[in-house]
């Protein structure tokens, strides 16, 4: 199908897109169009207005807070730079191996850190990764910025008109891993994990398999003081209840309970690891 038609701006400000943005009923924000165009394609999504905010540079990006406490990831930032960025590979490397897995070369380089977070309806990489890290995912709107844990954005609770300007990611260190089993077709993930180990204990969390990203604090529980062993991993997570796993694709509740455990038992093991 062929777009349908629309306007369409680029401004030179974020004042200026969030002044479109709010003045526009039905306006979306046009970054690296990987979810959006063919949804619009498609007639999955529509638009009066398309807000081109590629020119805002100030929105790309990385580097430390000046507290050093965390490090600032502009939503521009595309996910290729993201999986090769050395701060981030140091301090967050399950968000940068959850970049590193989306799609193919040209999705990587066009698909943006905002856009893949705030992708609705898909099972995406990045938003499990930002729950495990602890991400808090930072918004401006008409009445200012404000923030939200990753968890929460995830799970649809930012106010309308908002746009994603940065995540900020703890600086927490390389005890932490990806693993994920994709769709062959779409790479989309049949099922996700992204784990950090922490002084309190694991931070686990699953995507593809659940119906939106979450963290699974009832299996961190069962594992806190270890061991990562697989049998244990698989254990605590036979003790969820199974309805937490949708079927789909041809893959049944239980199948896809068992293949988050032995995808999570690599993620801890592989985390544990870099402890050494």
């Known amino acids: 199908m062929i777009l349908t038609e629309f306007d369409y701006a680029r401004p030179a400000g974020l004042d200026e897109a969030l002044a479109l943005l709010s003045g526009t009923r039905g306006a979306r ?3 690296g169009g990987q979810s959006l165009l063919p ?7 529509s638009a009066r207005l398309l807000v081109d905010i590629r020119r805002l540079a100030d929105l790309r990006g ?26 981030v590979l140091a301090e967050a490397p399950e968000l940068a191996a959850a970049a590193r897995s989306n799609g193919d070369p040209q999705v990587r380089n066009l698909g943006t850190v905002g856009g893949n977070l705030a992708a609705a309806g898909r099972a995406t990489d990045l938003p499990v990764a930002a729950i495990a890290a602890d991400v808090v995912v930072e918004l401006a709107g008409p009445g200012g910025r404000t923030t939200l844990p990753a968890e929460e954005f995830a799970a649809g609770t930012a106010p ?17 891993a990806f693993e994920k089993s994709a769709d062959r077709a779409t790479r989309y993930p049949v099922c996700a994990t992204a784990v950090r180990i922490t002084a309190d204990g694991p931070r686990i969390a699953v995507t593809g398999a659940t119906p939106r990203p979450l963290r699974l604090r009832g299996v961190e529980d069962r594992l806190r003081g270890g061991p990562y062993s697989t049998e244990a991993v698989l254990a605590a997570f036979r003790a969820e209840p199974r309805e937490l796993f949708v079927p789909g694709r041809g893959t049944s509740a239980e199948y896809l309970g068992h293949l988050a455990g032995v995808l999570t038992a690599r993620a801890l093991q592989r985390a544990e690891r870099a402890l050494a």
């Open 39 to 45: 949804d619009l394609r498609s007639g999955a999504d």
């Open 160 to 176: 309308a008109g908002q746009v994603l300007t940065a995540l900020l990611l703890p600086a927490a260190g390389p005890a932490a």
């Open 62 to 87: 990385t580097g430390r807070t000046p507290d050093g406490r965390h490090v600032r990831i502009g939503a521009l930032t595309t996910l290729a730079d993201l999986a090769a960025d050395q701060l």
């Open 29 to 31: 924000i046009l970054a």
